[in-house]
């Protein structure tokens, strides 16, 4: 079975400053798909990066950007310059390829981001 | 932009008592999900839906749940018969797509107390 694994419940940083988010996660499977989810106060989900694990080259997406080590099953987000509006909770999670839309969590990281 | 909505945001029920969650998913979505999250604990997969049936469930899903897509409009979660560990926060999602392009859209969820 499949687990993902967040290891820091909450994190702060400065506005401005860079933070890294950490999750690593145990399969036996060669091929998969992470995320990373923010849940801003009060609001839904929303999908913030992903990456095929076949693809080598991390994913990015503007200030977002993953750091995806396959050997290691360590799957981290970095957030660069950070705003107040990424003051969230973000969901690490895993999907199998076998088409089912099915996520596995991680724990959340609470992340705020001080003025 | 669509929205994935849930009603209510906020439900108190006595136990034993029968609960439906209703969601309204994006018009043109294929797949809908029902997770929850128990406080403190991780946000987990309940069931997925396509086609008017089950694809899948987890093992919380048991018989005291049921889904169903009565209008083609709302997606709804049925617990028959509230226990105190239900109290939860109940999310349902939506996608067009499965796999890796598939990105699924949140509700804000429903908060579940059972008394």
């Known amino acids: 079975a499949q687990t993902v694994t967040q290891s820091q419940p909450e994190m702060s940083v400065q506005e401005a400053e860079t933070v890294t988010l950490s999750c690593t996660y145990d399969?036996?499977?060669?091929?998969?798909?992470l995320f990373w989810y923010k849940q801003p106060p009060s609001r839904q989900m929303i999908l913030v990066i992903r990456?095929?694990?076949?693809?080598?080259q991390n994913a990015t997406e503007n200030r977002f950007s993953v750091n995806f080590q396959k050997a290691a099953k360590s799957f981290s987000l970095k957030i660069s310059d950070s705003q107040l509006g990424d003051t969230a909770m973000y969901f690490c999670?895993?999907?199998?390829?076998?088409?089912?839309?099915?996520?596995?969590f991680g724990q959340g990281t609470t992340l705020q981001v001080k003025p | 932009e669509p929205e994935v909505t849930q009603t209510p945001s906020h439900q108190v029920t006595q136990m034993g008592q029968e609960v439906i969650l209703r969601c309204v998913p994006i018009?043109?979505?294929?797949?809908f999900y029902w997770y929850r999250q128990i406080l403190g604990q991780k946000v987990e997969f309940l069931v997925s839906?396509?086609?008017?049936?089950?694809?899948?469930k987890s093992e919380i899903f048991d018989d005291q749940f049921s889904v169903e897509r009565p209008d083609g409009s709302n997606f709804t979660l049925k617990i028959r018969s509230t226990k105190l560990e239900d109290s939860a926060m109940y999310f349902c999602?939506?996608?067009?797509?499965?796999?890796?392009?598939?990105?699924?859209?949140f509700g804000e969820g429903s908060r579940l107390t059972v008394l």
């Open positions: 999602a939506s996608t067009l797509t499965l796999g890796f392009s598939g990105e699924l859209f």
């Open positions: 399969t036996s499977e060669n091929n998969y798909y």
């Open positions: 990456q095929e694990a076949y693809k080598q």
């Open positions: 999670a895993f999907m199998t390829t076998s088409n089912t839309g099915k996520l596995i």
């Open positions: 018009s043109n979505h294929l797949y």
């Open positions: 839906f396509y086609n008017n049936e089950i694809s899948e």
